[in-house]
């Protein structure tokens, strides 16, 4: 689904959400060396790593188009809606550019999970249960959030490979139009 010999840069707002996306890329065949994991905010809790994204978001973009000219590489950005829709949070990050807004040609993909990154833990983890964009679901992860995230980012490259259902969550069916953007 990706091209295996880009560079990735993951652009988080915790550990969880790099950790998501690095282990759906490694399930995807791209190489430990080729991820570059930001660093995470000291201690970000509450709205303190979407804070920090935002703030952030300008200067990989600015650092990735000053290298895609002549590297392979890409932009993940993982970040929660929270309760906005999808469409807001990508609206936000968007106007942290000040009028450059991403292009279609560029590798910068918003990987944006409605409510949380656990609402995608629990529908990949357990398909067959029964998950909403409301319900927060932190809590039936709260003590192996970095266990879910390794499993749940190989089911994440399954889900993309399969086509869509009518009962996948919005956000999920949202972010296949993101994901297109890194081939």
């Known amino acids: 689904m990706v091209a295996p010999d880009l560079r990735f840069i993951i652009l988080g707002e915790d550990h969880a959400h790099v950790n998501f996306v690095r282990r759906w890329l490694l399930s995807e065949g791209v190489g430990a ?3 570059m994991p930001r660093k995470v905010a000291a201690g ?5 790593g979407e804070k920090y994204v935002r703030q952030q978001f300008p200067a990989e973009v600015q650092y990735y188009r000053a290298k895609a000219n002549h590297q392979r590489i890409a932009l993940i950005v993982a970040i929660d809606a929270d309760l906005d829709s999808v ?3 990508q609206r936000q990050l968007d106007e942290t550019l000040d009028g450059s807004s991403r292009q279609p040609t560029e590798r910068i993909a918003l990987v944006v999970p409605r409510r949380n990154i656990e609402t995608w833990l629990a529908i990949l983890l ?21 266990e879910a995230c ?3 980012g190989p089911c994440f490259a399954e889900f993309l490979r399969r086509r869509p259902q009518p009962g996948d969550l919005p956000s999920l069916t949202a972010v296949r139009a993101e994901i297109a953007r890194l081939t």
């Open 33 to 35: 060396r080729q991820i």
């Open 44 to 48: 970000a809790t509450g709205d303190g």
């Open 87 to 89: 469409a807001r949070r």
């Open 126 to 146: 357990s398909p067959n249960t029964d998950v909403d964009e409301d319900t927060d679901f932190k809590h039936r992860f709260r003590d192996r959030a970095a």
């Open 150 to 152: 390794a499993n749940a």
